[in-house]
Nanobody, 118 residues
Framework: QVQLVESGGGLVQTGGSLRLSCAAS????????MGWFRQAPGKEREFVAAVYWRGGSTHYADSVKGRFTISRDNAKNTVYLQMNSLKPEDTAAYYC???????????WGQGTQVTVSS
């Protein structure tokens, strides 16, 4: 069983920055992919960014390209999301996810709130 724990959310003004972290439990953690999703109240969950665990290649939603950067530290079983130039529309609960043993996400964190004031 894999447990994912997010941290780093908070309140920031428009144009500010935050860095989210997601730590996975287990000594033999080796996912195919880890990613970040977000969900605002009353809206559907949407994809934000993903990183392939071994190769390190990344993918981003168009809405965050050029502003957000996903990275991972394999030794620490941790994935990060650096968020710059934040906008009010980035306000949401952000969730870390992992695809373990397959290419669909099958483990999810509890979420961390990001609020961007205008």
């Amino acid at each position: 069983q894999v447990q994912l724990v997010e941290s780093g959310g908070g309140l920031v003004q428009t144009g500010g920055s935050l860095r989210l972290s997601c730590a996975a439990s287990g000594r033999t953690f080796s996912p195919n992919t880890m990613g970040w999703f977000r969900q605002a109240p009353g809206k559907e969950r949407e994809f934000v960014a993903a990183v392939y665990w071994r190769g390190g290649s990344t993918h981003y939603a168009d809405s965050v390209k050029g502003r957000f950067t996903i990275s991972r530290d394999n030794a620490k079983n941790t994935v990060y999301l650096q968020m710059n130039s934040l906008k009010p529309e980035d306000t949401a609960a952000y969730y870390c996810a992992a695809a373990v043993g397959k290419y669909e996400y099958n483990y999810w964190g509890q979420g961390t709130q990001v609020t961007v004031s205008s």
